[in-house]
């Protein structure tokens, strides 16, 4: 052994003063399925962090042995004791174990060295890159900022997807629930929004946090792979709670991650935060709620379902100056079943958050890809925080895509159209080739300025439908490469001014001349 | 339901009423529902109620070795006597994982001044530092 610690060791002994500090305990009455009740700790608080002591009757160097402290979460306070949760291996529990109170909130370790990280639901490293050294502790339950400590969304959150961004802006502070059917796309869009905030300036960047729930290791592995070719994990904090883990675990999760994002968004700076997803957050608390015998309500979720997930997501806001003008932007999932949005979760979701873009599994297995359904997506608060330039190309978009999609119906019965409607049918055909985007590619808002710009000009009229994507892929090229200055300009006014306008036609005129076989179609 | 019944009756006997007058009562109102029955499980469920308040109000003082007892107890007069407690109603035991030192508890509460602590503490801080 090192010299130091003997010599450490030595001197601890020869100050050897047996401890006379009271502890306040309970004893362990039964154990089952993660959940254990506890008779005694009549002093215990809700959320009061539980340490199950192993070592009685063991000898030293059997208790040596042991794999950490076990920690327990305390649930319900019952009349004659407590039920909790195991905060890990079940089997290291048994009846007549002596529980002590910490006297401790639940809280996770949050500061810069989490950059890059990945934890789970209690803030301990999993990625094998060792221990954090300097940190802060934040409470996992902490009451939201009041009125008085917010203002208003006002700064857009640039998503990098061309139909949020232009038709359903996302404002830093705001709640936007991304819902639709399994394996649509919802984890996609959160991901390339992720992505697409290395397009920020490093000071203006937001902190991102992804909370994984209920979800396979091999799918978060592929994530955290991809964030780090990427160069967004170096922004990113990942928490996973898998679906391996106890329903404890994938409770908790989404209050860690966003009592992680509140240490940054306290000191001042804005975070972003993905709850992927909310559905599976509710049934670990139903099974929870169910093993704690609490009474069970619609569908068998608690009574308190609702309030489970709106405590959580009004944690996300936009501070006032006076505290220090940090955000948390929330993008909770849910995941639906055929469709249907009407379910217990997904209303009680919608209703709390400003607003929902909704994946339909019909576009989706048409190649529309997001597949995001403009007609029934809103974002309530978003449209204050778009930039002038976006709002001057994207204003009548919505609409158009609205109309587009009843005639596209209505073209299924009707053999002759007049020529104004075949045009409309043409245009949206168009405007929404446009509108495609492959995964993992998000565009600066300034790109999708001019590409927005360019299809409302009606740049794209005498490209086959079926080239247009291949088209305006050329032309950001074109635009990033020769164009920059003009790109650069929109950025950095967020205004279209009249300038760029003209510079934006002359390119695009260029761009034509230049690839005159792009150019076939004929209406 | 045999636990509600059990409960019942432990309650009402820290009320003060006679164990023999309760169970008398018990017995009476269980005749009168037709869950005569139900008799056995209430003894065993209270049975059970019982042990487990005795191991709440109950004060157990471990040592690693019993010629410690005396000088444990003399260790823990003062605490014993801010918790309004007799030397003679403390259960001693005897635990040698302990090492040395002694353990109290009971009454939800638990002072742990055993040497077994100290150097699974002084073991943890080292490591772990």
Known sequence: ?523 | MENAYAQALMRMMSRGMNPKDAVAALHTLLVRLGRESLLPKIGRAFGRLAEREGGRTGITLTVARHKDTHAAQHAIKDILSKMKTDTDEVVVRTDDSLIGGWRLEGRERLIDASFKKYLLSLYNRATQS
């Open chain 1, 1 to 523: 052994m090192h010299n130091s610690i003997v010599e450490k060791i030595i001197k601890e002994i020869e100050h050897f003063a047996p401890s006379r500090e009271s502890e306040h305990v309970g004893r362990v009455t039964s154990v089952g399925d993660g959940v254990v009740a506890i008779d005694g700790l009549s002093g215990a608080v809700m959320s009061e962090i539980i340490l199950f002591e192993e070592d009685k009757g063991k000898k030293l160097t059997d208790a040596m042995k042991d794999r950490g402290e076990l920690y327990g979460l305390v649930l319900n306070l019952e009349e004659d004791g407590v039920r909790a949760t195991i905060l890990g291996d079940t089997s290291r529990v048994s009846e007549g174990m002596t529980v002590k109170s910490t006297g401790r909130i639940l809280s996770v370790p949050s500061g810069d060295e989490l950059l890059g990280r990945v934890v789970n639901a209690l803030g301990e490293p999993i990625d094998g890159r060792g221990p954090f050294k300097k940190t802060t502790m934040m409470p996992v339950e902490r009451q939201a900022s009041g009125v008085i400590d917010r203002r208003s969304v006002s700064v857009p959150l640039q998503t990098g997807i061309k139909a949020i961004d232009s038709m359903i802006p996302i404002g830093r502070g705001q709640r936007e629930l991304i819902i639709g059917d399994r394996s649509i796309g919802k984890t996609t869009v959160a991901i390339d929004t992720i992505i697409n905030q290395r397009n920020e300036p490093e000071e203006r960047r937001p902190i991102c946090i992804y909370v994984a729930i209920g979800q396979k290791e091999s799918k978060t592995a592929r994530i955290v792979e991809q964030l780090r070719r990427e160069r967004a994990l170096e922004y990113t904090i990942v928490v996973d709670a898998p679906a391996s883990a106890p329903a404890a675990l994938q409770f908790l999760a989404p209050f860690s991650g966003v009592a992680i994002g509140e240490y940054f968004m306290d000191a001042g700076r804005d975070v972003l935060i993905v709850y992927d997803d909310l559905s599976k957050q509710a049934v670990a608390y139903r099974e929870l709620s169910l093993l704690l015998r609490r009474p069970p309500g619609r569908e068998a979720y608690p009574g308190d379902i609702f309030y489970l997930h709106s405590r959580l997501l009004e944690r996300a806001a936009r501070l006032s100056e006076a505290k220090g003008g940090g955000s948390i932007t929330a993008l909770p999932i849910i995941e639906t079943q055929d469709g249907d949005v009407s379910a217990y979760i997904p209303t009680n979701v919608i209703s709390i958050t400003d607003g929902q873009i909704f994946l339909i599994a019909e576009l989706f297995n048409k190649g529309v890809r997001p597949a995001i359904d403009v007609g029934i997506s809103v974002s309530r608060v978003g449209s204050s925080a778009q930039t002038k330039a976006m709002k001057s190309v994207a204003g009548g978009l919505k609409l158009e895509l609205a109309q587009f999609r009843e005639l596209e119906a209505f073209m299924q019965f009707a053999q002759d159209l007049d020529k104004a409607t075949a045009d409309r049918i043409e245009s949206g055909r168009r405007m929404v080739e446009v509108l495609k985007q492959k995964n993992g590619a998000p565009l600066p808002v300034e790109m999708q300025v001019a590409v927005l710009y360019a299809a409302g000009h009606k740049f794209f009229a005498d490209v086959p439908a079926n080239k247009v994507t291949a088209v305006e892929a050329q032309l950001v090229e074109y635009l990033d490469g020769q164009n920059a200055k003009i790109l650069t300009e929109i950025r950095r006014s967020g205004t279209l001014s009249d300038d760029s306008k003209k510079g934006l036609e002359k390119v695009l005129e260029e761009f034509r001349l230049a690839h005159p076989e792009s150019f076939t179609n004929k209406i």
